[in-house]
Every structure is written in C-alpha cells, then in structure tokens.
C-alpha cells in the first residue's frame, strides 16, 4: 500500500495548499463493469464488477473548460469463461488516476451543466488475485502481481451532468470509459496479451476551495 500513500498523500498536499478561486475538491465513488481484450480478441467475458472509491480536484476557469486528477482505489480486471460453474476470475486492484481536460456546456450561473471529458488514467497494482473454478470451485488462486505488471496506462472518457445543490458546491454523475493501451500480462507472446477495460457511473459531491 506504500504506492496509495504516496498517491492519496499527495493529491491532499495540492488541494491544501490550493488557494484558486475556481478550485473545488470532493469524494467520489463508482460501479460498473470491468473486462479485458487479448491479443486475438476472442477472450469470452462474462460480467465482471468493478468499483472505485477516491477523491476529485478539478479547477474551472470562467469560460467552458476545466481540468480535473482523480485519486481513487478501483477494483477491476475481468471474469472469462463460457459458463459461470468454469472460469477464470481475475481481480485488479489498483490505485488509479486519471487527468482530464472538461469541457461544461451551458452558462457558468446554470443550475445544470453538461459535460465531456477526455484524458490519460493512469493505475498502478496495489493487489489482487487469480482464481480459477472448476464446476464451482476455486481449483487454482495465485497473486495479481506474478502476472500482472505494476503499471497501466489507459484513455478515460466521459460524459455527465453537473447538478448545483447550493452555492458553488456541485453533485456529479457521469458515465466514463476507460480504455487500457499497454499489455498488462507479464507472460511473454502476443497470445498473452491482455488489455484492461472499464465501463461505469461515477457519482461525486465537489465543494469550493478558497474564497
């Protein structure tokens, strides 16, 4: 965990020592689906939960642009089988952060705003497990980290709504996508290849920093 330290350590030094006018800082937290792609893309994906709990800095200008880093704990990785008796679970869990470029539509004394988003996630492996069933039962249960890398690069984009519930302080959902671009498999081969992918709704509360 000395990896979410330092990430959960930092993102607090910036919004303490943050004194914009238009900055504002607040929890967020989501649940979706995670799955992952390999090289030949005919890995089966069965439903696979996937959440995340953390914090959001995003800084607003005056104009229709904003900026946001997320520090979030995210569970993700894949299920992958033809039936859920036989299967290969594979948990993820990373500390992931994403740095987005928003763009809010509208007028900034609009109750309601819409939004898109785009920019790098970037996760780093705190832990996990691979379990392999066999008509029901786990067969097999191995660390993430044998075979997983410690890094992960991927895109986020999103589109969401801004909600006003009282003066400068914002309720946020919105449906993002993650979209993983390095092999996160260790085992050598292009038939090892794995990708990460993440599709969810992420609700948050974002309250003003500074005057």
């Not at 089966?44 to 200008?61: A, C, D, E, M, Q």
Request: aromatic fraction near 12%.
């Amino acid at each position: 965990m000395k990896k979410a330290t330092i990430v959960f350590g930092a993102f607090i030094m910036m919004a303490i020592g943050a004194k914009a006018q238009h900055l504002s800082l607040g929890p967020t937290a989501g649940f979706g689906h995670s799955f992952l792609s390999d090289g030949d893309g005919d890995t089966k994906n069965r439903f696979h939960p996937s959440y995340n709990i953390g914090g959001k800095l995003v800084y607003s200008t005056l104009t229709n642009w904003g900026f946001s880093l997320d520090a979030k704990y995210s569970g993700e990785g894949g299920t992958i089988g033809d039936n859920s008796d036989d299967k290969l679970k594979l948990n993820f869990n990373y500390i992931r952060v994403p740095l987005q470029a928003i763009y809010f539509f509208g007028k900034v004394g609009n109750a309601i705003r819409p939004k898109v988003s785009l920019g790098p996630s970037f996760g780093f492996l705190v832990g996990g497990k691979i379990k392999n069933y066999t008509n029901g039962s786990v067969v097999a249960e191995v660390k993430a980290k044998d075979y997983v890398k410690s890094f992960d690069l991927g895109i986020n984009g999103a589109v969401g709504l801004n909600f006003r519930i009282a003066k400068a302080t914002w309720l946020n959902a919105d449906i993002s996508y993650t979209h993983g671009l390095t092999n996160i498999s260790k085992i050598a081969g292009d038939d090892n290849s794995l990708k990460q992918r993440n599709l969810g709704l992420n609700l948050g509360v974002l309250f003003p920093i500074g005057k």
